[in-house]
């Protein structure tokens, strides 16, 4: 299985500001995603994001909020753009094997004041 | 569209009790499940997987759940919890007919006591 990392492991931000939260996999991935997990609640997925094309945001979530890079088969960035305490999430990326499994990241623990 | 329901937010239950955790979905179109598990604090794991073949499959640690198609059912079941066992459950789904996204449940959280 595919071991992810999540840089920052936490954040406090003050309203108005950006985050932007990287997320580094072992090997290389074709599809990578992000997932919002707001307190005490599931997970939502805000985008697909593959290597070499834009990201595919879900209904809800829209690019100049949540953009996305993904640069190379390993990597890929979710920023969280002018933050509200609406904000305060824990932001999870994801992998697929290719085996229909997903695979996740420790999070990033969001906090906006 | 796919949707997944887990009636139950909270499962309180002593140690060594027997436990099963519900998860009913909808889909139009055959589907793979998940249970996936989140300790306090920490990333989601998967625990076990139902793609194709046997509908009773098995986690290393003892819990099993069984695909029902004919209900709609993917319970998680455990014959004797653990203090450990303490974390949220969160039953998932998506298509078979190529890679789609994960549709989650709302998550169930297990409380095991002594």
């Known amino acids: 299985s595919a071991v992810i990392s999540q840089k920052p492991s936490r954040d406090i931000c003050q309203r108005g500001t950006s985050l932007t939260i990287q997320c580094q996999v072992d090997?290389?991935?074709?599809?990578m995603f992000w997932y919002r997990q707001q307190p005490g609640q599931s997970l939502t997925l805000i985008a697909t994001?593959?290597?070499?094309?834009?990201?595919?945001?879900e209904s809800g979530f829209v690019i100049d909020k949540f953009p996305i890079s993904r640069p190379n088969l390993t990597f890929s960035t979710l920023t969280v753009s002018n933050m509200s305490p609406e904000d305060s999430s824990i932001y999870l990326c994801?992998?697929?094997?290719?085996?229909?499994?997903?695979?996740f990241g420790p999070g990033t623990r969001l906090t906006v004041t | 569209a796919q949707s997944v329901t887990q009636l139950d937010s909270q499962v309180p239950v002593f140690e060594e009790a027997p436990v099963e955790l519900r998860c009913n979905y909808s889909?139009?179109?055959?589907?793979?499940l998940f249970w996936y598990v989140q300790y306090p604090n920490q990333g989601l794991q998967l625990l076990l997987k139902?793609?194709?073949?046997?509908?009773l499959v098995e986690s290393i640690n003892g819990f099993e759940a069984e695909f029902n198609k004919s209900q709609t059912s993917f319970h998680l079941r455990k014959p004797s919890v653990h203090i450990s066992d303490t974390a949220e459950y969160f039953c998932?789904?998506?298509?078979?007919?190529?890679?789609?996204?994960?549709?989650f449940g709302t998550g169930t959280r297990l409380l095991v006591s002594p």
């Open positions: 889909s139009s179109v055959s589907v793979y």
């Open positions: 994001a593959n290597q070499g094309s834009e990201a595919t945001y």
């Open positions: 139902y793609l194709s073949g046997s509908t």
């Open positions: 090997s290389q991935v074709t599809m």
């Open positions: 998932a789904v998506t298509m078979n007919t190529g890679f789609q996204k994960l549709v």
């Open positions: 994801s992998v697929e094997d290719g085996g229909y499994e997903q695979y």
